[in-house]
C-alpha cells in the first residue's frame, strides 16, 4: 500500500468519529456522531518533519496526527512540512482558510480538500541531495516556525535519526553506544546545538530501519531514542518520545544515504593469549561514572562463558585492565577504571571463577590503544569516549 493511501485510510479512520472535546471532528463527515475513537490536541501548529529517504521505513501518520493535522487546519494554525535529506527543504502547502462560521462550515469540502493537500505533499515528499541530517530539518523547522509567527509549534520528527553527517554523524565510530548526556554537551560546546526553545518535539519511528541499513537492536533503538531526547531537551524543547515501530521497504529515490554501522554481537573465543574488549559497544556496558552495569543480565550471559573457561582449569588466569575516557583528572580516570574490573571481577567469582585465577588493574586513559576523544578545541568527542571505556581481559 502506498503512503498516500495509508495516509487516506487514516483520514477514513478519523471521518467514524467526531472529537469535540479534542477540537477534532470528522474530516470527512460533518454529521455528529457520538463515538470518540481517536483523541488528539488543542489545536496548534506544526512543523512535520518527513525523512523519506532511503534505509528508513517509508513515513506513516497515524490517526492522532491526522487528526492534529485537521485541527490545526481549522483553526488557521502553521503547518508546514521538512523534507529530510543531507539537505533539508522546507515544503510549504498553500491552504484555504476555514476558521470562523459554524462547526458545520468548518467542515467543510475546503478543510478536507486542505487536509488532503497536506497529505498529498507528505506523500510526495522526496530528498533532493544525498544523506540524511535530521538535525539541520529541526533547525529549519523550528525557523519557518517563527518565521510564520508560530513560536510554539509542535515539531513533529518522523524518522529514523540515524543522520549520516551533519554535526550529529551516527557513521562516526562509537556514536551509536555514546552517552546521551554526552552526545547534547558536544552539540553545545561546539555551536551546533539547534535552538528550540519554546518548542514541543514529537519523536516518531527513530531508530526503525530498512535494508541495506542493518537493523538496530531494542537497546541501540533505544539509546539512539535517548540520544534524540537529550539532544532536543538540551536545545531547549520539551521531547515526546513516540516508539511507533516503522514497517514496510524504504522510498524509492537515487539519493544514496551512508549506512551507519550497528555493533556486532561477536562470539568470544576463549583460549590463552586471547583479549576480550568489553567497550559501550558490549554487552558489559556501564553507567556515567560509575561501576553499575547498564544491563546487568546482559552483562551476566557475556560474561559466563569467561568464567566457565577458568573454572574447567584453576590453572588459568584473566588479567582484567580498565580503561576510561579522558575525562577528569588522571587519578579519577585511574579509579574509576581500576573499580569497574573489580566490578568485573566480582561478578567472574559469583559465576564460578576462582578469585585468585583473576588479577586487575586500572590505567584511565593511559593505555596504548587509546582513541583521542577530543578535538582541538578540547571537546569531548562522545563517540571515541564510548570506545574508550572498555574492560579489556586477558587469558593466560
Same mark, same amino acid.
Given at each position: 500500500?502506498?503512503?498516500?493511501?495509508?495516509?487516506?485510510?487514516?483520514?477514513?479512520?478519523?471521518?467514524?468519529?467526531?472529537?469535540?472535546?479534542?477540537?477534532?471532528?470528522?474530516?470527512?463527515?460533518?454529521?455528529?456522531?457520538?463515538?470518540?475513537?481517536?483523541?488528539?490536541?488543542?489545536?496548534?501548529?506544526?512543523?512535520?518533519?518527513?525523512?523519506?529517504?532511503?534505509?528508513?521505513?517509508?513515513?506513516?501518520?497515524?490517526?492522532?496526527?491526522?487528526?492534529?493535522?485537521?485541527?490545526?487546519?481549522?483553526?488557521?494554525?502553521?503547518?508546514?512540512?521538512?523534507?529530510?535529506?543531507?539537505?533539508?527543504?522546507?515544503?510549504?502547502?498553500?491552504?484555504?482558510?476555514?476558521?470562523?462560521?459554524?462547526?458545520?462550515?468548518?467542515?467543510?469540502?475546503?478543510?478536507?480538500q486542505d487536509v488532503q493537500r497536506v497529505l498529498t505533499a507528505i506523500a510526495a515528499a522526496r530528498p533532493d541531495a544525498p544523506g540524511i541530517d535530521d538535525l539541520e530539518a529541526l533547525s529549519i523547522a523550528a525557523d519557518a516556525?517563527?518565521?510564520?509567527?508560530?513560536?510554539?509549534?509542535?515539531?513533529?520528527?518522523?524518522?529514523?535519526?540515524?543522520?549520516?553527517?551533519?554535526?550529529?554523524?551516527?557513521?562516526?565510530?562509537?556514536?551509536?553506544?555514546?552517552?546521551?548526556?554526552?552526545?547534547?554537551?558536544?552539540?553545545?560546546?561546539?555551536?551546533?546545538?539547534?535552538?528550540?526553545?519554546?518548542?514541543?518535539?514529537?519523536?516518531?519511528?527513530?531508530?526503525?530501519?530498512t535494508p541495506p541499513q542493518a537493523p538496530l537492536s531494542d537497546k541501540w533503538r533505544a539509546n539512539v531514542t535517548q540520544i534524540w531526547a537529550a539532544v532536543v531537551t538540551s536545545a531547549g524543547a520539551a521531547a515526546e518520545i513516540?516508539?511507533?515501530?516503522?514497517?514496510g521497504p524504504s522510498i524509492i529515490t537515487s539519493q544514496p544515504v551512508r549506512t551507519v554501522p550497528v555493533p556486532p554481537a561477536r562470539p568470544v573465543r576463549l583460549h590463552v593469549g586471547t583479549t576480550i574488549i568489553f567497550t559501550?559497544?558490549?554487552?558489559?556496558?556501564?553507567?556515567?561514572?560509575?561501576?553499575?552495569?547498564?544491563?546487568?543480565?546482559?552483562?551476566?550471559?557475556?560474561?559466563?562463558?569467561?568464567?566457565?573457561?577458568? /573454572?574447567?582449569? *584453576?590453572? !588459568?588466569?584473566?588479567?582484567?585492565?580498565?580503561?576510561?575516557?579522558?575525562? %577528569?583528572?588522571?587519578? #579519577? =580516570? &585511574? /579509579?574509576?577504571? *581500576?573499580? !569497574?574490573?573489580?566490578?568485573?571481577?566480582?561478578?567472574?567469582?559469583?559465576? %564460578?571463577?576462582?578469585? #585468585? =585465577? &583473576?588479577?586487575?588493574?586500572?590505567?584511565?586513559?593511559?593505555?596504548?590503544?587509546?582513541?583521542?576523544?577530543?578535538?582541538?578545541?578540547?571537546?569531548?568527542?562522545?563517540?571515541?569516549?564510548?570506545?574508550?571505556?572498555?574492560?579489556?581481559?586477558?587469558?593466560?
Amino acid at each position: 500500500m502506498t503512503l498516500l493511501r495509508r495516509l487516506a485510510a487514516a483520514a477514513m479512520l478519523l471521518a467514524a468519529a467526531a472529537l469535540p472535546a479534542a477540537g477534532c471532528s470528522s474530516i470527512l463527515d460533518p454529521r455528529p456522531t457520538t463515538t470518540a475513537v481517536v483523541h488528539c490536541a488543542d489545536p496548534h501548529g506544526l512543523e512535520l518533519i518527513i525523512g523519506a529517504h532511503r534505509d528508513a521505513p517509508e513515513p506513516t501518520l497515524d490517526p492522532t496526527l491526522v487528526c492534529q493535522i485537521t485541527a490545526a487546519i481549522r483553526a488557521g494554525e502553521t503547518v508546514q512540512i521538512v523534507a529530510v535529506s543531507g539537505q533539508p527543504r522546507l515544503i510549504t502547502v498553500r491552504l484555504e482558510s476555514v476558521t470562523g462560521g459554524t462547526l458545520a462550515q468548518q467542515n467543510s469540502p475546503r478543510l478536507q480538500q486542505d487536509v488532503q493537500r497536506v497529505l498529498t505533499a507528505i506523500a510526495a515528499a522526496r530528498p533532493d541531495a544525498p544523506g540524511i541530517d535530521d538535525l539541520e530539518a529541526l533547525s529549519i523547522a523550528a525557523d519557518a516556525a517563527r518565521t510564520a509567527g508560530d513560536p510554539h509549534a509542535e515539531l513533529v520528527l518522523i524518522d529514523s535519526g540515524l543522520d549520516d553527517r551533519g554535526a550529529l554523524d551516527f557513521t562516526a565510530p562509537g556514536m551509536i553506544a555514546a552517552t546521551p548526556a554526552e552526545v547534547a554537551l558536544q552539540l553545545r560546546e561546539s555551536g551546533n546545538l539547534p535552538d528550540l526553545r519554546g518548542f514541543a518535539v514529537e519523536l516518531i519511528g527513530i531508530g526503525y530501519t530498512t535494508p541495506p541499513q542493518a537493523p538496530l537492536s531494542d537497546k541501540w533503538r533505544a539509546n539512539v531514542t535517548q540520544i534524540w531526547a537529550a539532544v532536543v531537551t538540551s536545545a531547549g524543547a520539551a521531547a515526546e518520545i513516540i516508539p511507533q515501530p516503522g514497517q514496510g521497504p524504504s522510498i524509492i529515490t537515487s539519493q544514496p544515504v551512508r549506512t551507519v554501522p550497528v555493533p556486532p554481537a561477536r562470539p568470544v573465543r576463549l583460549h590463552v593469549g586471547t583479549t576480550i574488549i568489553f567497550t559501550q559497544e558490549s554487552p558489559v556496558r556501564f553507567e556515567p561514572d560509575s561501576t553499575v552495569f547498564i544491563d546487568p543480565a546482559a552483562a551476566v550471559r557475556a560474561l559466563t562463558p569467561i568464567a566457565r573457561w577458568l /573454572a574447567e582449569d *584453576r590453572s !588459568r588466569h584473566a588479567w582484567l585492565e580498565g580503561t576510561t575516557a579522558d575525562v %577528569g583528572p588522571m587519578s #579519577g =580516570q &585511574i /579509579a574509576l577504571s *581500576r573499580l !569497574r574490573a573489580e566490578h568485573v571481577r566480582a561478578e567472574l567469582i559469583a559465576l %564460578g571463577a576462582a578469585g #585468585g =585465577q &583473576i588479577s586487575t588493574s586500572g590505567v584511565g586513559s593511559d593505555f596504548p590503544q587509546f582513541t583521542p576523544d577530543r578535538n582541538a578545541s578540547g571537546i569531548l568527542l562522545a563517540g571515541p569516549a564510548a570506545l574508550n571505556r572498555s574492560v579489556r581481559i586477558t587469558l593466560n
